[in-house]
């Protein structure tokens, strides 16, 4: 009896080989985890079709109990290892699932015995070119095989009622035997004769098992009491850049370990709790014109040092370091690397010391987000653009700054915006490729500009560059709440929350796009873990009193709402304010909400006008709510739009002036 034939998936560069679970690009392995792998043997199988993400996690899991973050993971995988064109294969269908979109031929053993073959020699032909003298010309011999090869393989996919199994069997034979013998002749040619280095030649063009994970930590003071953070971050996020960019490994982002400072942190013990195979971490110190700097490569599973190295040089010397702690780290994590990951490894955005260390200054500013820190950060910024005109990663710094003071102050919006869009535009410029600059960008067309397709536009490009930007995830997250798209902001904005699980931007949007999706009883679950571990945190308390009080459960929502504007030692915030003036609103507390109205009117904040709007929308006062509404947009305040997907407003919904009022920001009703 013979066994069935086995299928084969083949589109653009790619093969997929089910049986063997092997995926290769232009004949070279693409590594990829068991679960990815698995991920994209259903896609591929239903490809043109979309798959439910419960029916992939079904398929993929089986009647294993786990959550969407680890069919997120696994697509993100795919994506990464699919490269920058993943976009033309996977499409997400926002909510549902996922449809592959690639143009998918399916062949069968018969048809790939050639090609299978064809990848083999290569290797084989590979490792003559890297263990000879490469003055002879061998790509002549490998373009005579390639046309042999073109030649058989026409010949084999021949319409299945003419294949023969003999006859392929017998051209299979005769080009292993000819390519055997051009390989014999070019070893022969070239006086070779095996080496000792030929198995290790072989080695690297093994198949790993799964792509390496890395975290790479903020590194330490040598001396404790003189401590350079802006360095010891800034050591890490360059180092994250550099090695994030190698497609075999997985490296997490900066915003994931920004919270390994201590001096004591066990690496190991970090990397378990991050959940990666290997952690990078070392110490740093300057002292004058002197740089030492000491680093290691630690296995988690059991603590091992995989690598270490000491430098002791000048601090002018740095990117030297970096350079060569980054291709140490690709080198002990047995990284194959392609020309174009060489010259990331070591890609500078600067020449100038001076300039970089004044962009590491202004980076360590912004990511307070406090008012004053925010313009000390510019002010480095732009030192260290004279020191170095053309650095874009500082003016990307500058338009992350500006599109940050434009939405929460203190410069309005018609200031801080088109500076922010000016930098932005000029760091593109300078280099396309920065995700950074792009998400500035977009934040300036949705938050300014009301320009959403162009906004959609820079957000897909930032994640094209950088999948695990959280920036880029959160803002996307904003983009599908205007377009009215609850469910798919709440993706993309826990997306946000677990990249940067200590950035509090990202994990209070989570919670409130929740609630805007009108998903009160995760909401409910959400805040109230959140307020277990942090009782002083008034925005979960917001939420929980919101979302009650959309159920109708008035008296717990008073309960909540009381807690977030009596947090100890805080004056109570606007927006508490705001949802305790609405909650009055609506239960019939009438002058209880007109002195919420006045509070928040002297509080003379950008939200200010749309805080009150809130409140006179829960009284019905529809002309006033619609007043400051207008207000609201005139002064261009960021999240105006957000009447799209508010529950609180819906009571004006059915108002001529709220479609006029969508209108005006390039909105459909």
């Not at 890490?236 to 090695?243: F, K």
């Not at 919270?259 to 110190?285: C, F, H, P």
């Not at 950060?377 to 004279?386: G, W």
Request: proline share 5%; with cysteine.
């Amino acid at each position: 009896m013979s066994k069935p034939e086995k299928h084969f998936y083949e589109f653009g560069p790619f093969r997929l080989d089910p049986a063997e679970r092997l995926l290769l690009r232009e004949d070279l392995p693409v590594p990829l985890t068991p679960k990815a792998f698995d991920t994209l043997v259903v896609l591929v199988e239903q490809s043109g079709h979309l798959v439910g993400k419960d029916e992939l996690m079904r398929e993929v899991w089986g009647d294993n109990f786990v959550e969407e973050n680890n069919l997120d993971k696994s697509i993100s995988a795919l994506r990464k290892a699919l490269g920058k064109d993943s976009a033309k294969y996977i499409a997400t269908v926002r909510g549902s699932g996922y449809r592959f979109t690639g143009n998918v031929h399916e062949s069968t053993e018969a048809e790939s015995v050639v090609l299978h073959e064809r990848t083999r020699t290569r290797i084989l032909i590979e490792d003559a070119k890297d263990d000879e003298d490469e003055s002879i010309p061998a790509q002549k011999i490998i373009g005579a095989e390639s046309q042999v090869m073109r030649q058989e393989l026409a010949a084999a996919q021949t319409p299945r009622t003419n294949r023969k199994w003999p006859l392929v069997a017998l051209i299979v034979c005769s080009i292993l035997l000819g390519l055997t013998g051009i390989v014999f002749v070019v070893r022969t040619l070239r006086g070779s004769s095996a080496t000792p280095s030929q198995p290790e030649s072989r080695a690297k063009h093994a198949l790993p098992s799964q792509p390496k994970t890395l975290a790479v930590l903020p590194f330490k003071p040598l001396v404790a009491n003189e401590r350079d953070e802006s360095l010891e971050m800034g050591m890490a996020d360059t180092l994250i850049t550099r090695l994030g960019n190698l497609h075999e490994i997985v490296v997490l982002p900066t915003s994931a370990v920004r919270k390994y400072t201590g001096l004591q942190q066990d690496a190991a013990a970090a990397g378990r709790e991050l959940s990666v195979d290997s952690v990078l971490d070392g110490n740093i110190q300057k002292a004058g014109d002197q740089l030492r700097v000491t680093a290691r490569l630690v296995r988690v599973s059991d603590g091992a040092t995989i690598w270490a190295d000491k430098f002791d040089t000048k601090f002018q010397d740095i990117f030297a370091v970096q350079d060569s702690i980054s291709e140490r780290v690709a080198g002990a994590l047995a990284v194959k690397l392609s020309g174009e990951e060489k010259k990331g490894l070591s890609k500078r955005y600067t020449e100038s010391v001076e300039a970089y260390q004044l962009y590491l200054k202004g980076y360590h500013h912004w990511s307070t987000f406090g008012q004053t820190e925010l313009q000390t950060s510019i002010n480095y910024y732009n030192e260290a653009l004279k020191k170095d005109p053309n650095y874009a990663l500082a003016y990307s710094g500058i338009a992350n700054t500006y599109s940050v003071i434009g939405i929460y102050g203190p410069l309005p919006a018609g200031e801080a915006m088109p500076m922010s869009r000016e930098a932005a535009q000029r760091a593109l410029e300078l280099d396309e490729n920065l995700a950074e600059a792009h998400v500035a960008l977009g934040a300036v067309k949705i938050f300014y500009e009301w320009d959403w397709p162009g906004a959609e536009r820079e957000f897909k490009r930032a994640l094209e560059i950088d999948p695990n930007n959280a920036g880029a995830h959160n803002l996307y997250g904003y983009y599908f709440q205007a377009m009215g798209r609850g469910d798919d902001a709440v993706v993309e904005m826990k997306r946000a929350k677990e990249l940067a699980p200590e950035w509090r931007i990202p994990n209070r949007d989570y919670l409130l796009a929740l609630f805007s999706a009108r998903r009160y009883d995760e909401a409910i679950e959400q805040s109230r873990q959140v307020v277990r571990l942090d009782p002083n945190d008034y925005f979960a308390y917001c939420i929980l009193g919101q979302s009650l009080t959309q159920q109708g459960r008035y008296e717990e929502a008073m309960a909540e709402l009381g807690r977030s504007v009596s947090v100890p030692g805080q004056q109570p915030s606007v927006r508490a304010l705001t949802e305790l003036g609405y909650f009055y609103a609506v239960t019939g507390k009438k002058g209880e909400a007109l002195k919420i109205i006045e509070q928040l009117k002297e509080k003379a904040k950008p939200s200010t006008p749309f805080q009150v709007a809130e409140v006179y929308a829960g009284l019905g006062d529809k002309d006033q709510a619609f007043a400051w509404l207008d207000r609201s947009s005139e002064e261009r305040f960021a999240f105006t739009w957000k009447i799209v997907i508010t529950p609180q407003f819906d009571s004006l919904r059915s108002d001529p002036r709220y479609v006029a009022l969508l209108r005006r920001m390039n909105l459909s009703p």
